[in-house]
């Protein structure tokens, strides 16, 4: 059974860094992967898509990685800002046969004026 | 920008009472999927539907729910007995765009419905 693990499961951090959230998934067998943002009590924002035949996808200050056969991904934010606050999902497909995404818990980022 | 949309944004009712959550998927999309997340814990898949018909279930939806495409742009989410237990944020979400060739990539949420069951 597919399980995805986040750490850390909070970041705080000062405005200007860069930092890197990890996403771990103990079965090395997905489709794709994709990160999502969370605002509190709001829906689910994609921010990247990764297939499992791909190394890295890049979106502005946003860049994600894929080491399938570790079973690891990690987005890259640089030049944080506030605005980044939010908390940051991680989720896998397992098979192009289902749809189906298997969610981390997620890491709450805050970035300090 | 094409957007999954979701009424209402927060229902509140009687344990035992049925709900119907309503979605509206992206319009060029084919598969349709309904989550879960409880406060604090992680987002939940309940059921993935397509040309129709359930396509994928988790354990957690049991006889109690219910999915259906009324009509060519609504997708809804029926909860027959509401019981405490399932308070939580329902997101709908859908992929699957036939605009480019109908693939399951890159699936896009609505902004959730509330549910509180007292």
């Known amino acids: 059974k597919q399980e995805v693990t986040q750490i850390p499961a909070a970041l705080s951090v000062p405005e200007g860094e860069n930092l890197v959230l990890n996403c771990s998934f103990t079965?090395?067998?997905?489709?794709?992967l994709q990160w999502f943002r969370q605002d509190p009590g709001k829906g689910l924002t994609s921010l990247l898509l990764?297939?499992?035949?791909?190394r890295e996808q890049t979106s502005g200050r946003l860049n994600a990685s894929l080491d399938k056969s570790s079973g690891r991904s990690t987005l890259y934010i640089a030049a944080s800002q506030p605005g980044d606050s939010a908390t940051y999902l991680c989720?896998?497909?397992?098979?192009?046969?289902?749809?189906?995404?298997?969610f981390g818990q997620g890491t709450t980022l805050q970035v300090k004026p | 920008e094409p957007e999954v949309t979701q009424t209402p944004s927060h229902q509140v009712t009687q344990m035992g009472q049925e709900v119907i959550l309503r979605c509206v998927p992206i319009?060029?999309?084919?598969?349709f999927y309904w989550y879960r997340q409880i406060l604090g814990q992680k987002v939940e898949f309940l059921v993935s539907f397509y040309n129709n018909e359930i396509s994928e279930k988790s354990e957690i939806f049991d006889d109690q729910f219910s999915v259906e495409r009324p009509d060519g742009s609504n997708f809804t989410l029926k909860i027959r007995s509401t019981k405490l237990e399932d308070s939580a944020m329902y997101f709908c979400a859908s992929d699957g765009d036939t605009l480019a060739g109908g693939l399951q990539n890159e699936q896009f949420f609505g902004p959730g419905t509330r549910l509180t069951v007292l």
């Open positions: 079965d090395s067998a997905i489709y794709n």
């Open positions: 989720a896998v497909r397992g098979s192009s046969n289902t749809g189906k995404l298997i």
């Open positions: 990764i297939q499992s035949s791909q």
């Open positions: 319009s060029n999309h084919l598969y």
